[in-house]
């Protein structure tokens, strides 16, 4: 396995034990509670994050796809890319994102889009895999607050979403105590 590949799917790992993490914080009488009518509940936040999960794993199939046709070259450069996405940045809530209505959750409870966001990861982690050994940094599609983004981008975007909902997570959790 290509080290770029071992280091995304390390960095998933991680933010998926540090999401559950946050999740343990809050009590699970309070999960499906919104803290406030403009905030998400534990529940909601966990179901966003599965509906991005599924939405990127899409996305990002579909780009690698045509750059598989277009002849992408394999991936020579072993060097780590963390730094390419930095997941603080990603994480960082002082500037509130607004969710597409497509990825706004429809009100399922916490355990249940726990399941789904466990389906969502293996889906993900499956499509790393299949990324091994490609050049990724040659395969680039816009974000829509961030701009063009490679695909090891696209990966370690996953990742720093991930960490960001994790920190409401612990808001919510500090705001219940």
């Known amino acids: 396995m290509n080290a770029r590949t071992a280091e995304i799917l390390a960095c998933l790992d ?7 993490a946050a999740i343990d914080m809050v009590p699970p009488a309070q999960r499906e509670s919104r803290p406030s009518p403009d905030r998400w ?31 992408l070259a394999e991936e020579t450069d072993t060097s780590s890319i963390l730094e390419l996405m930095p997941i603080e940045q ?6 509130r994102l607004d969710a597409p209505e497509r990825l706004r959750p429809k009100g399922v409870d916490t355990e249940t889009s726990w399941r789904e966001l466990e389906s969502a990861r293996a889906a993900f982690r499956e499509f790393v895999t299949s990324c091994d050994g ?5 395969v680039s599609f816009p974000h829509p607050a961030l701009g063009p983004l490679n695909l ?25 105590v």
């Open 14 to 20: 991680t933010q998926m034990a540090d999401f559950r």
């Open 41 to 71: 509940s534990v529940g909601e936040i966990v179901e966003h994050v599965a509906m991005t999960e599924r939405m990127l794993t899409k996305a990002c199939a579909r780009q690698l796809a045509a750059s598989r046709e277009a002849g």
């Open 134 to 138: 490609l050049a990724l940094s040659q």
């Open 90 to 95: 990603i994480a960082n809530r002082e500037r």
């Open 152 to 176: 090891y981008q696209w990966l370690l975007f996953t990742a720093g979403h991930q960490a960001r909902h994790a920190a409401q997570i612990r808001e919510i959790a500090t705001d219940a």
